[in-house]
């Protein structure tokens, strides 16, 4: 499965983005689809995931309350609301599908990645 995020930009401070990550090949299936960013100098760091059976997420402490990760099975994408940004947000997001069913954080479960999308907070 092919994995196409889009949705970054810059934005001030406080404001939101809508990043989105949508399969090409084939459909998500059962997979778990997740969001990680990687900010310039650290290693990639888990966000947040969502299964497709039954919907459950989970969140990052550092983005609990501002971020949502949601699907449209119709669309075959899932969505990163991003809201009350900061510039520690600052970062190359990436979305990735885990075959398995069970939520992981784990960067090295996750079997699909997509290009990332640049996401820039300025101050």
């Known amino acids: 499965v092919q994995l196409q995020a889009s949705g970054g930009g810059l934005v001030q401070a406080g404001g939101s983005l809508r990043l989105s990550c949508t399969a090409s090949?084939?459909?998500?299936?059962?997979?778990?689809v997740g969001w990680f960013r990687q900010a310039p100098g650290k290693e990639r760091e888990f966000v947040a995931a969502?299964?497709?059976?039954?919907?459950?997420?989970y969140y990052a402490d550092s983005v609990k309350g501002r971020f949502t990760i949601s699907r449209d099975n119709a669309e075959n994408t899932v969505y990163l609301q991003m809201n009350s940004l900061k510039p520690g947000d600052t970062a190359v997001y990436y979305c990735?599908?885990?075959?398995?069913?069970?939520?992981?954080?784990?960067?090295?479960?996750?079997?699909?990645w997509g290009q990332g999308t640049q996401v820039t907070v300025s101050s």
């Open positions: 990735a599908a885990d075959r398995d069913l069970r939520i992981t954080t784990t960067t090295s479960a996750y079997d699909y």
């Open positions: 090949g084939r459909t998500f299936g059962r997979y778990v």
């Open positions: 969502i299964s497709w059976i039954g919907g459950s997420t």
